[in-house]
C-alpha cells in the first residue's frame, strides 16, 4: 500500500471566527471538495457541502431533511479554503467554528459507469477518498461505481431528495447486511435490503432496495473512504471502561477522530487536534446534534502512532463496548513502528 507522507495536502481542519458578512476562510492548504462546518461557541446544525452537489448545497448531518439550498451557506470554495455567507449556524459574528476538509479531484465530477447505475463520481485515489452522486432506480443488487480502485473501508450515505436517515457503512460492522445511521444513537441494524448483503468491490457498491440508498428517481451522495498507510485508519476496539484506557495504533498521530459505539446507543463523537491542541482531548462535537461544543468525559490522548482512550464514559469506552472509528492523520510515524501500548 502505497504510503501518504504529507496528510496536510489531503485532509485539514480548519477553524475560524464568524463576522455575519461574507467571509473567506483560508488556510485550508488545498481546495477542499468536501467541507463539513460545525458552530462551537452555541447550537447549530452540522452544515455538510461539496464540490458535486455544488455549493449552497447543503445536508445536516444531524437531521434526516432533504437538501436544502442556503443561500448564505457556503458560498464558494477557494484554492486555500472556501466562503461562507451570512448565515449564523455558521458564519454568526464572533462566533467560532470548526471546518474539517477533504480534498477530492478538485472538480463537479465525471461519469462513471462501472456500475448498473451510472453516478458522477469526484476522486482523490491517492489519498482513498470520493464523492459520488447518484440516482436511485429501486432496484435490488443495483450497483455504483466509487471510482476508488480499491474496496472502500466506509461509506456515509444520504438521500438528498427524501427525509431519510444517513447511512454508514463501515468493514467493522460485521458484515455488509450491517448499518449505523449518522443522524441519530442507534446500534447497529442488520438489513439485508441495504447493501443486499454484498460487501463493496474495488469498483462498484452494491445497494438494495431501501430508499435511504435507492430511492427510485431519488438523488442520493455517498462519500467513500479507503484506508491509506500514514493517512489515515478505519477499524473498531472493544473498551475496557478504564481511565487507563486501551491503546488504538493507527500508524500516525491522529488530527481527526471520529467513534461510534456500534452495540449501544451512545453519542457519535468528534475530536481533534486544532480545537483541542493537548493531551487530554476532551473538547466534544456530535455528527448526531446540533448542540454547543462540549468539555466532556469522552477523552483521548492522541500520540504520535494512534490514540489512547482516557475515559470511564460509554461514549468512547465503555467496558466490552464494541467502537468503530474513523481517523485522519497530521503526521507519520516511522515504518519500524508497531503497535504499543505505554505512553
Not at 440516482?135 to 450515505?157: E, K, Q, R, S, Y
Not at 427525509?163 to 447486511?177: C, F, I, R
Not at 489512547?308 to 510515524?333: C, E, H, P, W
Amino acid at each position: 500500500m502505497a504510503q501518504i507522507d504529507k496528510p496536510g495536502l489531503h485532509f485539514n481542519t480548519k477553524l475560524y471566527t464568524g463576522t455575519g458578512s461574507s467571509n473567506a476562510i483560508t488556510g485550508v492548504g488545498f481546495q477542499p471538495d468536501w467541507v463539513w462546518l460545525k458552530k462551537r461557541s452555541g447550537s447549530g446544525n452540522n452544515f455538510l457541502t461539496d464540490v458535486v452537489r455544488g455549493v449552497t448545497k447543503t445536508i445536516y448531518s444531524d437531521a434526516t431533511s432533504a437538501e436544502a439550498t442556503q443561500s448564505q451557506g457556503l458560498t464558494a470554495f477557494g484554492a486555500d479554503g472556501f466562503t461562507v455567507g451570512t448565515n449564523t449556524n455558521i458564519n454568526g459574528s464572533s462566533n467560532t467554528n470548526v471546518s474539517w476538509n477533504w480534498k477530492a479531484a478538485n472538480s463537479a465530477g465525471s461519469s462513471n459507469t462501472d456500475g448498473t447505475i451510472t453516478s458522477t463520481v469526484s476522486a482523490n485515489t491517492t489519498a482513498g477518498f470520493s464523492i459520488v452522486s447518484y440516482t436511485g432506480n429501486g432496484t435490488d443488487g443495483a450497483t455504483v461505481g466509487h471510482g476508488l480502485g480499491v474496496a472502500p473501508d466506509m461509506m456515509i450515505i444520504k438521500n438528498r431528495s427524501d427525509t431519510q436517515y444517513w447511512v454508514v457503512y463501515h468493514k467493522d460492522l460485521e458484515g455488509a447486511n450491517n448499518h449505523l445511521r449518522l443522524d441519530g444513537t442507534a446500534a447497529k441494524r442488520n438489513d439485508l435490503n441495504m447493501f443486499s448483503s454484498t460487501a463493496p468491490t474495488s469498483s462498484v457498491f452494491e445497494i438494495g432496495t431501501q430508499p435511504q440508498v435507492n430511492g427510485n428517481t431519488n438523488n442520493i451522495i455517498s462519500y467513500c473512504f479507503a484506508e491509506k498507510k500514514g493517512y489515515s485508519k478505519f477499524g473498531s476496539y472493544t473498551g475496557n471502561g478504564s481511565a487507563d484506557g486501551i491503546f488504538v495504533y493507527t500508524g500516525f498521530k491522529p488530527a481527526f477522530v471520529l467513534i461510534k459505539r456500534s452495540d449501544g446507543t451512545p453519542n457519535w463523537t468528534i475530536n481533534d487536534t486544532a480545537r483541542d491542541p493537548t493531551n487530554v482531548n476532551n473538547l466534544r462535537l456530535f455528527p448526531n446534534q446540533n448542540v454547543v461544543e462540549s468539555s466532556g468525559s469522552d477523552s483521548m490522548d492522541m500520540l504520535s502512532n494512534g490514540f489512547k482512550l482516557r475515559s470511564t464514559d460509554g461514549g468512547n469506552n465503555f467496558s466490552g463496548g464494541t467502537f468503530i472509528y474513523m481517523a485522519f492523520g497530521q503526521s507519520l510515524v516511522g515504518s519500524n513502528n508497531v503497535p504499543c501500548t505505554a505512553r
